[in-house]
Each structure stands twice: as C-alpha cells, then as structure tokens.
C-alpha cells in the first residue's frame, strides 16, 4: 500500500481562534499531495507542520466562503516566487468563476498552468473529478448557503501476489504474472488461471471530508463505508440550516458506516472542554465508531495503520 497521510492544518470555523485556524487539510498519498480547502494562514499552518507547499499539486475547494479559501492568493505567490513549474490543478463548485476574479487581482501570471475544474453543483450525484494509478477523488454537492461539495479519496483495491501460490501454479514472476494481474484471469498450460488462486486483494482505503453543511443524504450517501470521515462540527448541539451539530455529524457517520469520524470547524464559542466533554459523549453513544475532535497540526491515522 502506497503511504496515505492525513493532517488537519486548520480546525477553526469563519472567525480563528488562538488555537484553531482557517479550514484545510493535508493529504500525501505516495508522491501526491491534495489540499482540501485553503483558508487564510493555511501557508503558516504548512511550514509549522514541516511540510513544503510546492508539493502540493491538487487543490479542492469545497465552497467560496474566505475561511475555506482565503490562503490561496498568498499560496499560489509563494509557488510562484518558488518557481513551480509543473500544473497546478484547482477544483470546487463555480472554480472557473472564482478563480478568474481572484488571478488578475492577486496572481497574474504564473510560471506553471493552472487547470480548473468545476464540481458540477447542480446535480446531486456523486462524481469522479480525479483519476490517478492507485485512487480516486469523487464530489458531491452537499447543502450550504451557497455551492458546496464534499470530497472523497477512493484507493483502488490491490491484489498482492503471493509467490509461493504462483509456483503452484508453474507461474514466476515476470510478464505472465503482470498480465494476470491486470486481466485477472489467464490461460496457462491448458488451464485457466484466476488472479484470487494466487493473490489475496487488499480494499483500498477511502477518506472522505464533508466540507460546510447541514446534515444531508449527500453526506451519508459519499461517506459510505468510508475508513475516516472528515465532518464540520460548527455547533455542539444546536441545529442550523447551513451546519451541522456534533451529535448531527456522528449521526451521519454512523448511518454511513464510517469506522473513524474526526470533528472538525468548530465554532469559537467553544473551549477545548467543551469539545473534549461532547467527543467523550458521543463515543459512548455510538459504539464502535472512533470518534476525536481534531487539532491544529494534527496528523490523523487511518483504521488498521499503527
Ligand atoms: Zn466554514
């Protein structure tokens, strides 16, 4: 499995706290690196983390709020000062839209392309914005005051080989084995071969992060089986018609089936405390269901990695 790495840079809501900044989280899959959301100080947030931004090569906006992506004018000058060279891809719902009143105002010309792409906010059907060799990102509009989507990293599942079975089956390693891999099925000496005689599939891992909303089926329905879901917690308790509660977020993740839910975007009402007080109450009422409330700086392990 290719390293898979979560780290929250900002667990704040629309006004930052001494403790929580603006929305963003980081990403590194293999050689990869996804930014879901960019708020103000997220440049910060990354050197205090010990990470280098010119990694970065996908950004995702969930909506245009600016605690979700005021840190990107200031972003794409550092790369650019950097000298990047190579594309810098940017998505979210109405991208096209905002991205061409940010660029003449704060970026100009840059020395890489950057390629927009829309989240399409008018249907409500997941859909696949990213394809790489090892996973996947899908969107789906979700419910907020104005276009947003959540997001989720899809890892393809992986048969492993095991060699000992492939001998068994006259097969060594090299080209027979890679076409097996890939077709699934051979036919080798007068028999046919199937990839699951001679290797054992590991499912891929899948990370979801629901952005800004109110609880919705969307949610529920992009967050299925998911190993870790990201939600926005603005309120403890209170229900709202743009955000979702604490108890509203553990709900959805139970509904879906989620094994670690990490609450985040919390509202600068409340107090380290208050938060550790509900995490505490929700993990007794949801059995089964990893819940913690997410930190600055903080890098999150996925169900089954030590
Ligand atoms: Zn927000």
């Known amino acids: 499995m290719e390293p898979l790495q979560v780290i929250i840079l900002g667990s704040g809501s629309s006004i930052p706290t001494a403790e929580r900044n603006h929305a963003a989280i980081w990403i590194r899959h293999g050689g990869q690196v996804l930014l879901w959301d960019c708020g103000e100080g997220t440049q910060q947030q990354i050197r205090r983390a010990g990470l280098t931004p010119t990694k970065i090569d996908h950004i995702f906006i ?3 709020h600016t605690d979700h992506f005021a840190g990107l004018p200031g972003l794409l000058q550092t790369l650019k000062l950097e000298q990047r060279s190579r594309p810098l891809f940017i998505y979210g719902p109405e991208a096209h839209h905002y991205v061409s009143l940010l660029q003449p105002i704060f970026w100009k010309e840059t020395p890489f392309n950057i390629e927009v792409q829309n989240i399409d906010h008018l249907n409500s059907q997941e859909s696949t914005i990213l ?17 947003a989507a959540a997001y989720a990293l899809q ?3 992986r048969w492993n080989i095991e060699l000992s079975l492939a ?7 090299g080209p027979l084995l890679k076409k097996l891999k890939q077709k699934e099925s051979i036919h080798y000496q007068g028999k046919e071969i ?6 054992h599939l590991t499912p891929g891992r899948k990370i979801v992060y629901s952005g800004d909303t109110a609880p919705c089926p969307a949610v529920e329905k992009i967050a299925a089986g998911a190993h ?16 979702s509660s604490a108890e509203e977020a553990a709900l959805t993740a139970f509904k879906a089936g989620v094994q670690k839910l990490i ?3 919390y509202s600068r009402r409340y107090d380290q405390q208050d938060i550790e007080n509900m ?3 929700l993990a007794h009422k949801y059995d089964g269901l990893t819940i913690s409330a997410a930190r600055d700086i903080q890098e999150i392990s996925l169900p089954g990695s030590t």
Do not use: C, M
């Open 155 to 157: 890892e393809k599942n």
């Open 167 to 173: 001998h068994r089956q006259g097969l060594e390693a």
């Open 62 to 64: 969930t909506h245009w």
């Open 228 to 243: 870790l879901l990201i939600h926005e917690a603005t309120f403890l308790k209170e229900s709202s018609e743009q955000h």
């Open 194 to 199: 199937n990839i699951s005689d001679i290797a």
């Open 131 to 147: 394809q790489q060799e090892n996973f996947i990102v899908s969107a789906i509009p979700v419910k907020h005051s104005i276009p």
């Open 279 to 281: 995490e505490q109450t």
């Open 263 to 265: 609450l985040t975007h």
